[in-house]
């Protein structure tokens, strides 16, 4: 498939679908992801909008701006998003939590998730998993925040630019 640029335009690339060729242009999808009209990061990933379900590409939004963009090339077809909450790990009993943001469910899911204050080794007795305030589990401090639905969006069209 070749590109026909608009008169006057001068083009130094061509489509080329062989996934094993380095594509010569860049196919940007980007956006702006909010929540309660406020920015969030969210991990958005693309999807191809027509023939088997294929990822073409992940990026996590900005959390001060919500802005993501995904280059998506070779593909230049509409693409679905999904924009969804990281939903962490599955607790478990005496893992390690090594650093403050890290975030886990529960084993039974309770549409919460939940994220290291502290960093530290979970005890051994699964907690009661609240679903407002903080809960202890060892050494570890984990904030109840609701688990929001998945975002979705399309058919959009990817922006072509040359690399």
């Known amino acids: ?9 001068a083009v130094d690339f061509e489509f080329n679908l062989d996934a094993s060729i380095e594509p010569t242009y860049h196919a940007w ?3 702006l992801i909010s929540k309660y009209d406020e920015p969030i990061a969210l991990k958005v990933t693309a999807l191809a909008a027509l023939g088997s379900p294929k990822v073409l ?6 959390p001060l701006t919500g802005l993501y963009e995904i280059d998506i ?3 230049v077809g509409e693409v679905l998003l999904m924009a969804t909450m990281d939903y962490g790990v599955e607790w478990l ?3 390690l939590i090594q650093n403050v943001g890290e975030v886990i469910h529960p084993p039974a899911p309770n549409r919460y998730i939940y994220v290291s204050l502290t960093p530290g080794m979970c005890g051994s007795v699964e907690p009661n998993w609240p679903t407002t305030g903080n809960v202890t589990s060892g ?3 984990f904030k109840a925040q609701p688990l929001f639905e998945p ?3 399309g058919y959009l ?3 072509i630019e040359p690399k």
């Open 57 to 62: 590409g992940e990026a996590i939004s900005d």
């Open 93 to 95: 009993p005496s893992m």
């Open 139 to 141: 050494d570890v401090i």
């Open 157 to 159: 069209k990817p922006t």
């Open 151 to 153: 975002l979705a969006g």
């Open 73 to 75: 090339a070779p593909h």
């Open 29 to 31: 999808v980007r956006g």
């Open 1 to 9: 498939m070749s590109y026909i640029p608009p008169v006057g335009d």
